[in-house]
Nanobody
């Protein structure tokens, strides 16, 4: 089993910044990817939007809506992923969930895109709220 613990959510004004972090523990395989999804009220769990992913080889992918504003990084030694969110907009308001998939990676650009937009990782955190006011 894998446990994911998130921190760093909060409320900011538009244009502000926040950093989310997520520490993984438990059965961590040598190869894995982690990242962030978000869910707005009225949407089901299956409709969570992929925000950004990163694997242990530092391959990354971002949703078009956050590209250029968000960065993602992974501290392999701590099994911790960070999401730095700059120039936040009201439409970024959502519950942000950390997710991880063990025994896998982002093998190509198309594979990464599919994992961000269609596949859902096996392991999830409890979520942290991000609220951006205008």
């Amino acid at each position: 089993q894998v446990q994911l613990v998130e921190s760093g959510g909060g409320s900011v004004q538009a244009g502000g910044s926040l950093t989310l972090s997520c520490a993984a523990s438990g059965y961590i395989t040598p190869r894995y990817y982690m990242g962030w999804f978000r869910q707005v009220p009225g949407k089901e769990r299956e409709e969570r939007e992929g925000v950004a992913l990163i694997d242990i080889y530092d391959k990354t992918i971002f949703a078009d809506s956050v590209k250029g504003r968000f960065t993602i990084s992974l501290d392999n030694a701590k099994n911790t992923v960070y999401l730095r969110m700059n120039n936040l907009k009201p439409e970024d308001t959502a519950m942000y969930y950390c997710a991880a998939e063990m025994g896998s990676a982002l093998y190509s650009d198309s594979d990464a895109r599919r994992k961000l937009e269609r596949d859902k990782p096996a392991h999830w955190g409890q979520g942290t709220q991000v609220t951006v006011s205008s």
